[in-house]
Structures are given as structure tokens and as C-alpha cells.
T-cell receptor, first 115, second 111 residues
């Protein structure tokens, strides 16, 4: 078990370009979460999947954002027509049932800089 | 709505000093409470947890007690080390399994 991995670790893009991030969860975990973390803030929930089904989306997830988890394995988060306000760390976490809660394991994050 | 408020940093302590990072929460129902730690350049790691009132979570010398009457989950350690330097996040998960995080408290321990 190598933990949650994310690719790329850093992405610099120009405003208006599209970007896609990938998250590979821990293999037996059925839940996968995406968060956004800006400087000096805690992670903010964006969306989550149970297997391949996207069960909830935050109001932070504008129509420029889309996430997929084909076959319930890895997930991608795409941002279209990036804006400077999208600059942040994008975190992925995966989890499995841990009793009364889902214990989340986080990846190292993808840092996006929009110039 | 649900939320977590934690003490602002940064916090700077000398090695072997006592640490307290305050955390209070607002939630409906009976959330589970967590402390996560983020070391430089790494992802968030679960430090400790408590799932019901009066539970004490502990790990690596850190402790926190779930106080429902004061809606608090303060993190404490009796003697900090340089290796404890990190950002600490208080979090809760609600009955809908959605996580809410505080803004984080940066801790620097100097030798």
C-alpha cells in the first residue's frame, strides 16, 4: 500500500487554459474526496465519490469544474478556463468505513498556480 | 451550519514546553472530532480522533478530549519537540459523513 498519490504535484498555467489533475486512492478504499486549500485556510470540501458515483458537490464547485471516477478507481478533477482565483492546493483523500465515520487518508496535493 | 474554529497562529514554543491549541465546533447531531497534522511538503495525516462525548483521543504524546458541554476539542502535549513543528488542523465529520476543517494552526518548536 503506497498511500494516496496525486499527479502532478505542481502545475503552473495561464489564465483561460484547462487543467486536469489525477488522484490514485488507496486500492481498497471505496470513497474518494476532493478538497481545495488556499493559503492560511483549512481544506474546503469540493466533491466526493462512492465507487464511481459522484454523491455530493459543494457550491464551491462551479460549472468550470468537473470530476470523474471511472470504474471506481482513480479520479480526475478538471478545471476549464482557469482563473487566478483557482490558484490553490487541490487535495485528494480516500477512505473506507472506520466504524462511525470514514477515516480519510490524504494525498500530498497538487499546487495550482494560475498566472 | 457546521463549522470548526481553532486558535490562530503562528505558535512558537521552546522545546519541552507545554502545548495547547484550542478548537471549538458548531454542529448538529453528534459529530466525530479529529486533529490532523501537516508536516512541511506532506499531506495531512490523522493525528488523533474521538467519536463521542468524553472520549479522549491520544497519539504520539498528543491528547484531546471531546467536550460536548463546551463544544471543544483542544489539543495538548506536555513536552513538545522540534519534530512537532507542523500545521495542525481540527476537523469534524457530521452525520452525513462530510468533513469540516478549521483554518489550521502553525506550530514552530525551537531548540
Amino acid at each position: 500500500d503506497t498511500g494516496v498519490s496525486q499527479d502532478p504535484r505542481h502545475k503552473i498555467t495561464k489564465r483561460g487554459q484547462n487543467v486536469t489533475f489525477r488522484c490514485d486512492p488507496i486500492s481498497e478504499h471505496n470513497r474518494l474526496y476532493w478538497y481545495r486549500q488556499t493559503l492560511g485556510q483549512g481544506p474546503e470540501f469540493l466533491t466526493y465519490f462512492q465507487n464511481e458515483a459522484q454523491l455530493e458537490k459543494s457550491r464551491l464547485l462551479s460549472d468550470r469544474f468537473s470530476a470523474e471516477r471511472p470504474k471506481g478507481s482513480f479520479s480526475t478533477l478538471e478545471i476549464q478556463r482557469t482563473e487566478q482565483g483557482d490558484s490553490a492546493m487541490y487535495l485528494c483523500a480516500s477512505s473506507s468505513w472506520g466504524g462511525s465515520y470514514y477515516e480519510q487518508y490524504f494525498g500530498p496535493g497538487t499546487r495550482l498556480t494560475v498566472t | 451550519g457546521n463549522s470548526v474554529t481553532q486558535m490562530e497562529g503562528p505558535v512558537t514554543l521552546s522545546e519541552e514546553a507545554f502545548l495547547t491549541i484550542n478548537c471549538t465546533y458548531t454542529a448538529t447531531g453528534y459529530p466525530s472530532l479529529f486533529w490532523y497534522v501537516q508536516y512541511p511538503g506532506e499531506g495531512l495525516q490523522l493525528l488523533l480522533k474521538a467519536t463521542k462525548a468524553d472520549d479522549k483521543g491520544s497519539n504520539k504524546g498528543f491528547e484531546a478530549t471531546y467536550r460536548k458541554e463546551t463544544t471543544s476539542f483542544h489539543l495538548e502535549k506536555g513536552s513538545v519537540q522540534v519534530s512537532d513543528s507542523a500545521v495542525y488542523f481540527c476537523a469534524l465529520v457530521d452525520t452525513g459523513n462530510q468533513f469540516y476543517f478549521g483554518t489550521g494552526t502553525s506550530l514552530t518548536v525551537i531548540p
